[in-house]
């Protein structure tokens, strides 16, 4: 965008993830930073959300990127960016996800962009073996080696992260407590709304209006523990014959669950399968107990919204998973991959329900002190102000000179 001689101009964010569903992690706060005196570059590859973010005020752009490896590919993908690069003259770039991590920080160091960070939305490479683990913790290495600073999305990741000696201890901060763009609270409280919606979605499904919900919500994938999972309700139906399990989202190609799993949740009528859906807040309030037996998070997101709907979670000591609940407070953590530790914690909470009213109330107050939007979106602000107005290098120590809390564990038209 070209300004007259001798008027200020606005600083400009360039934002580069791999494919726009990814657009999702930063919904409503690019807009809000456009709000507040930036200018703000989307850079994905081409998708129905990219160009959806025109209503946020920003400027989308479609540069192709391959999830998997593809070195010719890539290589376009690179140059086009560094083209890009080149013509924004952004003054922040920041790029997430893997291969939009890897190819957007070097596009923008080549460019000669003031300041590169990588945001670090999760550890890909913990579930994977072999050649795959070792070139996804190679580019991983590389994106924090070439971005500035490294934002990670929860303290756990980034304890990961420095204790696989992936990144820089000096260049990493969490924002908060965590998560990629905070908790919209109103989606989620309770309200005559909420109850009539819980209502009609019953009818829906032809779930009985005194029936539990065990519910899940995300891809359906092994790594999201669907296994340990579908084991755990099938051994509590014993004791509650009435239960049902609602698995909201759709199946993810590049992690599927086996065949003959798949086949008996779509053949179980006590199963409820939503595909996917936009709207998953208005799903919680059918929900008794939320579960999400993961292998591995960035942060775990659905934990918090639901437990933002007052709903009583049960998790996994996985990282991400870990900084998503107050374990015996508002949720229950097992060990990963312990079908038998997951059905005693959905048993206490199914049989109890003084306990998961009181989890579910404990859990609503939390969120609204952590992870509350407008608080997230201001804490971004207050990050690339300073980076602005300090300078790359002092922006760096301010932010990064610290011990870091170790945890167990083209334009589109």
Request: glycine share 8%; with cysteine; net charge positive.
């Amino acid at each position: 965008m070209s300004k007259s001689a001798g008027s200020k101009r606005c600083p400009r964010i360039a934002y580069v993830v791999t494919v726009d569903l990814s657009m999702k992690l930063i919904e409503g706060q690019i807009g809000f930073l456009a709000r507040n005196g930036f200018n703000i570059d989307v850079i994905s590859s081409p998708g129905p959300r990219l160009e959806a973010m025109r209503q946020e005020g920003v400027t989308p752009w479609a540069i192709k990127m391959e999830r998997e490896i593809s070195l010719a590919r890539d290589f376009v993908s690179l140059w086009r960016l560094w083209r890009l690069f080149r013509l924004l003259k952004p003054d922040i770039v920041v790029a997430s996800t893997p291969k939009a991590g890897l190819l957007g920080t070097l596009a923008a160091r080549l460019a000669g962009a003031t300041h590169v960070e990588y945001a670090l939305f999760g550890l890909r490479f913990e579930t994977t073996v072999g050649i795959k683990r070792r070139v996804l913790m190679s580019a991983e290495w590389a994106a924090s080696h070439t971005a500035h600073s490294v934002r990670c999305v929860s303290p756990s990741v980034m304890a990961r992260a420095v204790a696989f000696r992936l990144v820089p201890v000096k260049r990493c901060l969490v924002i908060g407590k965590g998560t990629s763009d905070g908790i919209a609270l109103e989606r989620y409280a309770s309200t005559s709304q909420t109850e009539s919606r819980a209502k009609q979605i019953r009818r829906q499904f032809h779930i009985p209006p005194d029936a539990p919900v065990l519910g899940f919500v995300g891809r359906i994938t092994r790594d999201k523990g669907i296994g340990e999972l579908f084991q755990a309700f099938k051994a509590l139906q014993d004791r509650y014959p009435d239960l049902r399990l609602l698995l909201v989202g759709d199946h993810d190609a590049t992690d599927p669950i086996p065949d003959a799993l798949r086949e008996r949740i779509e053949a179980d009528p006590a199963v409820m399968c939503t595909g996917f859906v936009e709207d998953v807040e208005r799903f919680y309030g059918v929900m008794d107990v939320m579960a999400l037996p993961t292998y591995r998070e960035g942060f775990g997101a659905v934990l918090v919204e639901a437990q933002a709907a007052s709903v009583p979670v049960v998790t996994t000591n996985a990282t991400g998973a870990v900084d998503a609940i107050v374990d015996g407070e508002t949720g229950l953590r097992v060990p990963v991959r312990d079908a038998d530790a997951l059905t005693h914690a959905l048993d206490r909470l199914l049989g109890d329900a003084e306990l998961c009213s009181r989890m579910g109330a404990a859990g609503r107050i939390w969120v609204e002190k952590n992870f509350r939007q407008e608080d997230m979106w201001q804490r971004i602000l207050a990050h690339y102000q300073s980076i602005l107005s300090s300078g790359r290098d002092k922006a760096t120590l301010r932010w990064y000179d610290r011990k870091p809390a170790i945890v167990d564990a083209q334009k589109h038209n």
